[in-house]
């Protein structure tokens, strides 16, 4: 029985380990693949009917601008995600700083005149 769950197991995730290799590794490579299916269809286009060709071709400017537009914010949102990081280690350097430095000489207290 336990033999028959590993192998449901494993072609899973055999499964699963092609579909994840299928998928682009970046933004960039996303990009990129969309970009040359764009133009593929711009291709075939080329030989459709007019009307269809209009259509299609508005079609594929707004997907492409749509592409624009969700690099745009994924840009925005690694600037965002780097400057939390950026802030995290600084105050981690603080605080190893404090933490490495000699300790403070205490202040002296003057004596009050009795």
């Given at each position: 029985?336990?033999?028959?769950?590993?192998?449901?197991k494993?072609?899973?995730?055999?499964?699963?380990?092609?579909?994840?290799?299928?998928?682009?590794?970046?933004?960039?490579?996303?990009?990129a693949?969309?970009?040359?299916?764009?133009?593929?269809?711009?291709?075939?286009?080329?030989?459709a009917?007019?009307q269809?060709?209009?259509?299609t071709?508005?079609?594929?400017?707004?997907?492409?601008?749509?592409?624009?537009?969700?690099?745009?914010?994924?840009?925005?949102?690694?600037?965002?995600?780097?400057?939390?990081?950026?802030?995290?280690?600084?105050?981690?350097?603080?605080?190893?700083?404090?933490?490495?430095?000699?300790?403070?000489?205490?202040?002296?207290?003057?004596?009050?005149?009795?």
């Amino acid at each position: 029985m336990a033999s028959k769950k590993k192998a449901k197991k494993r072609t899973s995730r055999s499964a699963f380990q092609r579909l994840e290799d299928d998928m682009p590794k970046t933004l960039r490579d996303y990009r990129a693949r969309v970009r040359k299916n764009l133009n593929q269809l711009e291709r075939d286009i080329e030989r459709a009917v007019p009307q269809a060709r209009r259509r299609t071709a508005r079609l594929i400017r707004e997907a492409s601008h749509e592409l624009g537009r969700i690099e745009e914010r994924g840009a925005a949102a690694w600037r965002r995600r780097a400057k939390k990081m950026t802030l995290d280690a600084q105050r981690l350097l603080r605080r190893l700083e404090r933490a490495v430095a000699p300790p403070r000489a205490k202040k002296k207290v003057a004596k009050k005149k009795a």
